[in-house]
C-alpha cells in the first residue's frame, strides 16, 4: 500500500512539473514590420519536436489563437501563433477586423514576408525540429495557410479551418509542397460553391496532394466557440462543438502521418 502511494505521488509530482509553457516574442519583418509571437510547448519533452505555426482570425492575435497554440503543445508540438497585423493588433468589432484583414493582403508580397518571419522564429526556437514544420489557420488565417501552400513553403502540412479559398497568387504546377488540409462547414455562407470548386480544380491542375473535409451543418467559424457571441454582430457565424472535434481529429491524424521521422 505504501509502495502504491509512493508511485501516485511521484506520478502527480511528475505531472504537475509538465506544465506549458508560453512567452511572447517580438520579431521584424523584412519590410520593418513590427509583430508579436505567442510560443508554447511542453517542457515535459526533451529535445526538439515538429514545429506548427497557428495564423489567426480576421480578428488578430487574440486569445483564440494562443489557446490553440497551447492546444498544440500540449500534443507535443512546438507551437508559434504568429501575428499578421502587425504590434498585435486585434479586433473585436467586424469592420475593424475587416479594416485590418483587407490591409494585411493588399500585397500578397508583404503578407508573405510577414508569414516567412514568423516561420524563421518558430525554427529558431531550440524546441523545434526545423526539418519538420507544418501551419494551421483560422477563417483569414486559413486563406493565408493556403496562399503559403500555393507558394511552395517549406512546410510538410497545411490545414485550414473555416479559411478563404480565393486567391490571388494561385498554385501552378509542382508549386505546392506541403500536403493539404481544408477542413469546411456545409453550411458556411461565407464561401460559394463555385468557390470550392474552382479550389478543387486549382489544385488537381497544381498536382496538390489535398483534402477537401465537408463538414455537414456547420457555419463559418465552427471551430471557435465565441463564434456565437460574435454573431450578434449580424455575421452569419457559429461553433459547432462536432465539426470543431471532427476537423481537430483530422489535422492530429494528417500531423501523425506528415511527420514520421
Not at 526533451?46 to 488578430?60: I, K, Y
Not at 500534443?75 to 479586433?91: C, V
Not at 493588399?106 to 523545434?128: H, I, N, S
Not at 519538420?132 to 512546410?155: N, T
Request: proline share 4%.
Amino acid at each position: 500500500m505504501r509502495k502504491t502511494l509512493l508511485g501516485l505521488l511521484m506520478c502527480s509530482s511528475a505531472l504537475a512539473h509538465a506544465d506549458i509553457q508560453t512567452r511572447e516574442i517580438p520579431y521584424t519583418a523584412a519590410d520593418g514590420s513590427k509583430l508579436v509571437g505567442y510560443h508554447a510547448w511542453d517542457d515535459a519533452i526533451e529535445g526538439e519536436r515538429p514545429g506548427v505555426l497557428v495564423v489567426h482570425e480576421w480578428w488578430g492575435l487574440n486569445d483564440y489563437a494562443k489557446h490553440r497554440a497551447r492546444e498544440l503543445a500540449a500534443l507535443g508540438y512546438s507551437a508559434l501563433a504568429i501575428d499578421m497585423y502587425g504590434e498585435g493588433k486585434t479586433a473585436e468589432h467586424p469592420e475593424d477586423a475587416m479594416a485590418f484583414m483587407k490591409a494585411a493582403l493588399a500585397d500578397p508580397e508583404a503578407a508573405k514576408a510577414r508569414f516567412d518571419a514568423g516561420l524563421q522564429l518558430l525554427q529558431a526556437q531550440p524546441q523545434t525540429d526545423d526539418r519538420r514544420l507544418a501551419a494551421i489557420g483560422y477563417c483569414f488565417g486559413g486563406k493565408v495557410v493556403l496562399d503559403m501552400a500555393r507558394q511552395g513553403s517549406p512546410l510538410a502540412a497545411v490545414v485550414s479551418f473555416h479559411g478563404a479559398l480565393v486567391t490571388t497568387t494561385p498554385a501552378t504546377p509542382g508549386s505546392v509542397k506541403a500536403r493539404i488540409l481544408v477542413e469546411h462547414g456545409d453550411a458556411d455562407s461565407m464561401i460559394t460553391a463555385e468557390q470550392i470548386a474552382a479550389f478543387k480544380t486549382e489544385m488537381d491542375e497544381a498536382g496538390a496532394d489535398y483534402r477537401f473535409v465537408t463538414l455537414p451543418g456547420a457555419k463559418h467559424g465552427f471551430s471557435n466557440p465565441d463564434a456565437d457571441a460574435h454573431a450578434g454582430h449580424g455575421l452569419d457565424i457559429g461553433y459547432q462543438k462536432e465539426a470543431d472535434e471532427r476537423s481537430w481529429s483530422d489535422m492530429q491524424a494528417l500531423f501523425k502521418e506528415v511527420f514520421v521521422k
